[in-house]
């Protein structure tokens, strides 16, 4: 809502020219009392124009929607004389008891108007009506949109409404070398757990083999953030419903292009397997990928220099591992810690899968809520 603006002033000091004072003089002449008494005397003069006008008509007989007799003559018009008198007598009478009872419905309106506007509260600024009305919307918003929140918790089988991630940070964490971070001069950091102290961990999922709708379904509409590791001989068969996760917000990063042991090729394999998956990754998704996860969490200096030369800038590895049925913990108190990347994978249910990705989800979800965590995006920190 727009704020009216003062008219700048001259000379200051000056009602109605430029200064302070001449804004202040402007601002008291259009404020709440000043619409008060505009509005007052607005009425009482309609109600002295009623009053006028009925006088008017019952003073003029021109104005009477009778039709006027013919003129008399002779003794006839003599003996009409005073019929005529005390038929105009009569006349004047009704149209003075007339006016003094519309006169008194008059100054009733008066009355009643002036009770009103004094029962009115006085109209407050257009600035903090303004300020109001947005805070109603916003709390109107929220309100709305946690109880959307509770209902897709709830038709997704969640233990609890999953915790909302904070705002990304304006500075992402230095990566240097330390705990949780491997890092050599000039090559890209290998991270085990994001240095930060914000109570997020990090949902990451590999491959592409199972491309299963209600798992994008339930991600999407939970607002649950997590970022793809494809390797393209599983992911090809249906590039398009990856690229519908991105529109979700799912980054699309690289994991070779046949998951091969990185340890066990040379400089020309591992350009092909590393870069030549970086070109097309762009090609279909519109991005270059800047993480590189290694197959089976192996890698050498060679494949980290090769990886650099075309695009990575880090290796993000993992501290936690999610399956349907459970979950595989690195240390031994098996918690979360801040900035913990959870590992997982696009699977149909199998022997040692037993269950959907919305189930592994689900255990991922609550798990993370439980502990006090929220899930956010890798990217954003990395």
Sequence with gaps: MAIPSTVPSSAPGTPGTPGAHGTRTRARRSGPGRRHRRGLAALTALATLTVGCSALHAQDPARTSAPAAPPATGAAAVQAVPAAQAQAQAQAGQAAQAQAA???????????????????????????????????????????????????????????????????????PELADGPGVKRAPGLPPVVYRVPTTDKVVFLTVDDGAEKDPQFAAMAAELGVPMSAFLSDYLARSDYGYFRALQAHGVTLNNHTLTHPDLRRLDADALRREICDQQDYLQQVSGTRPRLFRPPYGEYTEAALRTAASCGVTAFPLWNEEAFPDHLEWRYADQKFHPGDIVLTHFRAPSTDWKGTMPDMLRRVVDAATAQGFAIARLEDYL
């Design 102 to 172: 519309q006169a008194a419905q008059a100054a009733q309106a008066v009355l009643a108007a002036q009770a009103a506007l004094a029962a009115m509260p006085a109209a407050r600024p257009q600035a903090a009506a303004g300020q109001e009305l947005n805070a109603r919307v916003s709390a109107a918003e929220q309100q709305a949109g946690m109880q959307q929140a509770l209902a897709a918790a709830r038709r997704w089988g969640l233990a609890a409404l999953p915790l909302r991630a904070p705002a990304p940070p304006a500075v992402k």
